[in-house]
Nanobody, 125 residues
Framework: QVQLVESGGGLVQAGDSLRLSCTASGRTSSTYYMGWFRQAPGKEREFVAA????????YYADSVRGRFTVSKDNAKNTVYLQMNSLKPEDTGVYYCANKAVPSGWPTQAEYYNHWGRGTQVTVSS
């Protein structure tokens, strides 16, 4: 099992920045990807960004590309999401997820095995 704990959410104004962190513990050696997803009120959970844990592959949703940056610190078992130029439509609960299988696209939630509890990000206009 892998436990994930997110932090760094908050209430900001449009144009501001936030950095989310997610620290993994437990059986992290089986990790292939770490991903970030978000869910806005009344909407389905959507992919935001993902990084390969073992290599350099990175994926972004079109809606955040150029504004968000995902990075990792393998020694600390931590993945980060730097969010710049935030918009009100970025509001939602942000979840960190661990993909412990090699198959399946890292942009799809159904291929992730472990999830954090989420951290709220609210962007006011």
């Amino acid at each position: 099992q892998v436990q994930l704990v997110e932090s760094g959410g908050g209430l900001v104004q449009a144009g501001d920045s936030l950095r989310l962190s997610c620290t993994a513990s437990g059986r992290t050696s089986s990790t292939y990807y770490m991903g970030w997803f978000r869910q806005a009120p009344g909407k389905e959970r959507e992919f935001v960004a993902a990084t390969s844990w073992r290599f350099s592959s990175i994926y972004y949703a079109d809606s955040v590309r150029g504004r968000f940056t995902v990075s990792k610190d393998n020694a600390k078992n931590t993945v980060y999401l730097q969010m710049n130029s935030l918009k009100p439509e970025d509001t939602g609960v942000y979840y960190c997820a661990n993909k412990a299988v090699p198959s399946g696209w890292p942009t799809q939630a159904e291929y992730y095995n472990h999830w954090g509890r989420g951290t709220q990000v609210t962007v006011s206009s």
